[in-house]
């Protein structure tokens, strides 16, 4: 066998090794996520509106908040789509609040690869 050869299925074994044993999803703690309501802005809310985009729960079909667009701003849209996952999960109070009922939900859905 050849150098290159042998260095090549060396590296497409390695490749293998490492698809295969890196997870494929890392879960997100929400739990540290600070309480999250209508008019508050930080980057927390873009991590939010890009986790509610991506399972269904979608902040807007285009423009601010939407696919690609997530923003720091926590508006009415952003309500709306939490409340949309209350709703789903049967969090209460479902007002659109992003506090410790909804992280802990959204925290188990995290770690189930959802």
């Not at 609040?97 to 802990?104: C, D, H, L, V």
């Amino acid at each position: 066998m050849s150098i290159t050869k042998g260095f090549f299925q060396i590296s497409v074994i390695m490749l293998i090794t490492l698809i295969y044993s890196s997870p494929a999803h890392a879960a997100t703690n929400f739990a540290t996520f600070p309480d999250l309501q209508l008019g508050t802005t930080n980057a927390f809310v873009s991590k939010l509106q890009k986790v509610l985009n991506n399972n269904g729960f979608v902040i807007a079909p285009k423009g601010a908040g939407s696919v690609g667009q997530e923003s720091n701003y926590f508006g009415a849209l952003t309500q709306k789509a939490v409340t949309s996952f209350q709703t789903t999960y049967g969090i209460t109070p479902m007002s659109g609040f992003f506090g410790s009922k909804t992280k802990a939900k959204m925290t188990e859905l995290s770690a189930q690869g959802k």
